[in-house]
Antibody, heavy 123, light 107 residues
Framework: QITLKESGPTLVRPTQTLTLTCTFS??????????VGWIRQPPGKAPEWLAL???????RYSPSLKSRLTVTKDTSKNRVVLTVTNMDPVDTATYYC???????????????WGQGILVTVSS | DIQMTQSPSSLSASAGDRVTIACRAS??????LNWYQQQPGKAPKLLIF???SLQSGVPSRFSGSGSGTDFTLTITSLQPEDFATYYC?????????FGQGTKVEIK
């Protein structure tokens, strides 16, 4: 079965860089059509999509955060890493990684999610 | 960005009720619309993809409809485990965007 799990710091200081790792099993990120996305959710608010990395290493970023985001993958270790630079208290949120796969012409439905990691930005 | 607006923001219902949640996109997204359920403290769970396709393992009391800009999630015969927050999400255009959520509470 497919599982994903986020790991990283739960507290970061303002201006620091956040690095989160998504470790997954049950699928390969070298399989055509597969992608892993990052979504965050501030406390009490709606989810916000951040980034996506495809099996072929193509990447997509939220335009509003693009200058601060980097997503990479290590296919051999079944890991995806998200870095967010210049963290601010407004970036406090639960960060999720999630699996999606292109089916025909359809994509963007996240069918498996990690449990999430709450990252607090505070001095 | 495509804005997704859900209505209502919250509703109260009883077990056994039929519940309808609306989602409107700021421009046409054809059928690139997904619905999620989120329980407190848990990750969102995919219910419906491509506006009307039921995700594997999701009970048939959940259904989705619509195309273009107007979409609906319907829950027939609400069950105790269905009290949660529901989100729509468009996946036509980057950035993929979510609605603000609809909280279904016990009356």
């Amino acid at each position: 079965q497919i599982t994903l799990k986020e790991s990283g710091p739960t507290l970061v200081r303002p201006t620091q860089t956040l690095t989160l790792t998504c470790t997954f099993s049950g699928f390969s990120l070298s399989t055509s059509g597969v992608a892993v996305g990052w979504i965050r959710q501030p406390p009490g608010k709606a989810p916000e999509w951040l980034a996506l990395i495809y099996w072929d290493d193509d990447k997509r970023y939220s335009p509003s955060l693009k200058s601060r985001l980097t997503v990479t993958k290590d296919t051999s270790k079944n890991r995806v890493v998200l870095t967010v630079t210049n963290m601010d208290p407004v970036d406090t949120a639960t960060y999720y990684c999630a699996h999606t796969a292109i089916s025909g012409s359809y994509e963007g439905d996240f069918d498996y999610w990690g449990q999430g990691i709450l990252v607090t930005v505070s001095s | 960005d495509i804005q997704m607006t859900q209505s209502p923001s919250s509703l109260s219902a009883s077990a056994g009720d039929r519940v309808t949640i609306a989602c409107r996109a700021s421009q046409s997204i054809t059928t690139y619309l997904n619905w999620y359920q989120q329980q407190p403290g848990k990750a969102p769970k995919l219910l419906i993809f491509a506006a009307s396709s039921l995700q594997s393992g999701v009970p048939s009391r959940f259904s989705g409809s619509g195309s273009g800009t107007d979409f609906t999630l319907t829950i027939t015969s609400l069950q105790p485990e269905d009290f949660a927050t529901y989100y729509c999400q468009q996946s036509l255009t980057i950035p993929w965007t979510f609605g603000q959520g609809t909280k279904v509470e016990i009356k």
